[in-house]
């Protein structure tokens, strides 16, 4: 059985060429600005399925300073391209009627915030799966800010410079790197999609 990894999922044009580490050595190179929108690959894991200790120890979550962004991850110091950051992590819900209970119970949750949750969406932090079958709510874990996950990670334009970080599904799992080495003080971000800002692009940073 082959592994399909959906290009859909890619969010940032990059010029350099871009190497997915597998299993046995194997890489699936992706080269030029180019890149297919799907690419059929044998089945592999990937590798470093634990972020190394020291990427984690150079990112920090802190106020963005802006309101409706609220809080995002920071480079304590130089991070290389094309380093992994982990997986999208949370509850796991296998229906969009089992998400929507949960939503209307979040919109309770975010006026217990108060000011806190003023900017909070109760689909924020709710990432689709399969194209939207099977969610991923990390509501609970981006609460949690003394050490960085990908939840933190918050939106930037596809194209932009901002937009450093690329994230790549493979089989029930939503994988994150970095698409261009990182420097310090710099913010790491990828693009939502369309999707995610339908109905507030007021609210689009």
Same mark, same amino acid.
């Given at each position: 059985?082959?592994?399909?990894i959906?290009?859909l999922?890619?969010? =940032? &044009?990059?010029s ?5 580490p ?8 992706? %080269?030029?600005?180019? =890149? ?5 690959v ?5 590798i ?10 150079n990112?920090?979550?802190e ?5 409706? %962004?609220?809080?995002?991850?920071f480079?304590?110091?130089?991070? &290389? ?9 949370? +509850?796991?819900y296998?229906?969009?009627? %089992?998400?929507d209970?949960?939503?209307?119970? +979040? ?6 915030m108060?000011d ?9 932090? =709710?990432i689709?799966q399969?194209g ?5 709510d ?5 609460? =949690? ?11 930037a334009?596809?194209? &932009?410079?901002?937009?450093n ?7 029930? +799992? ?14 790491? &971000? ?9 109905? +507030?692009k007021?609210? %689009?940073f």
């Amino acid at each position: 059985m082959k592994t399909l990894i959906s290009f859909l999922l890619f969010t =940032v &044009a990059y010029s350099a060429a871009f190497s997915v580490p597998c299993a046995n050595f194997l890489q699936v190179n992706l %080269k030029g600005d180019t =890149v297919p929108k799907d690419l059929v690959v044998p089945p592999f894991t990937l590798i470093g399925s634990m972020v190394d200790d020291d990427i984690l120890n150079n990112i920090e979550i802190e106020h963005t300073g802006i309101a409706e %962004k609220g809080y995002g991850a920071f480079a304590k110091g130089t991070i &290389a391209s094309h380093s992994f950051l982990g997986f999208y992590q949370g +509850r796991r819900y296998p229906s969009k009627e %089992k998400l929507d209970e949960v939503m209307t119970e +979040r919109v309770q949750q975010i006026q217990e915030m108060g000011d806190e949750g003023k900017y909070i969406y109760p689909m924020d932090y =709710v990432i689709s799966q399969d194209g939207g079958t099977t969610w991923i709510d990390g509501f609970d874990r981006a609460q =949690v800010r003394y050490y960085f996950e990908p939840v933190h990670l918050n939106h930037a334009d596809e194209g &932009a410079d901002k937009c450093n970080v690329i994230r790549i599904l493979e089989d029930d +799992r939503i994988a994150f790197f970095t698409s261009r080495d990182i420097l310090e003080g710099e913010e790491l &971000a990828f693009n939502y999609g369309q999707e995610f800002w339908e109905g +507030r692009k007021e609210m %689009k940073f």
